[in-house]
């Protein structure tokens, strides 16, 4: 007999095997002709110009914080929904429970609204694309060892 620590160990050597299973066999199937395009770097979905020494814009930060805030707001609506339709919290409560459940939701989306409403007349959904500026350092080390280092490895 396996203790309940056992079937869990059980559980986990099987996943790690299965996953080194799956990536195994998509690194045997998969095709390897990389190209020019494919070697380039990805900079979501714009091209990749000048250093890439330079600090990100921070609207990149504002976008995904405000999306994870309306992502979170959509979790709590589902509980809440399934609840508000409850057929007998309504009924034993003489209908005092849909009232109680509709004005906290209410409050709840004027919050979050009024906090979008903040985030837009700030201006931090506007996006601008940041002027790309050379790094004010100076290195010791001559440009044109930078570049022989670029070249053999675009070669390969």
């Known amino acids: 007999m396996l203790s309940d620590f056992g079937i869990v160990l059980l ?7 299965a996953l080194m299973l799956v990536f195994g066999i998509s690194w045997l199937l998969r095709p390897t002709k990389p190209t020019v395009e494919k070697l380039t770097t990805y900079e979501s979905g ?3 110009i000048g250093n890439a020494n330079i600090s990100f814009n921070f609207r990149f930060y504002v976008v995904a914080l405000v999306f994870i805030l309306f992502d979170v707001e959509l979790v709590f609506l589902f509980p809440w929904a399934t609840v508000f339709g409850s057929k007998d919290f309504i009924e034993q409560t003489n209908g005092q429970w849909g009232w109680f459940t509709l004005a906290e ?3 709840f989306i004027v919050v979050l609204a009024l906090g979008l409403a903040y985030v837009w007349a700030k201006g931090h959904l506007e996006w601008v694309k940041p002027e790309i500026k050379a790094p004010k350092f100076k290195s010791k080390i001559p440009m044109n060892m930078y570049e022989n280092v670029n070249k ?3 070669e390969k």
Do not use: G, R, W
Not at 11 to 17: C, G, K, N, S
């Open 11 to 17: 559980a986990l050597i099987f996943a790690a095997i």
């Open 46 to 48: 714009e091209d990749p």
């Open 105 to 107: 939701m209410v409050i």
């Open 152 to 154: 053999k490895y675009a």
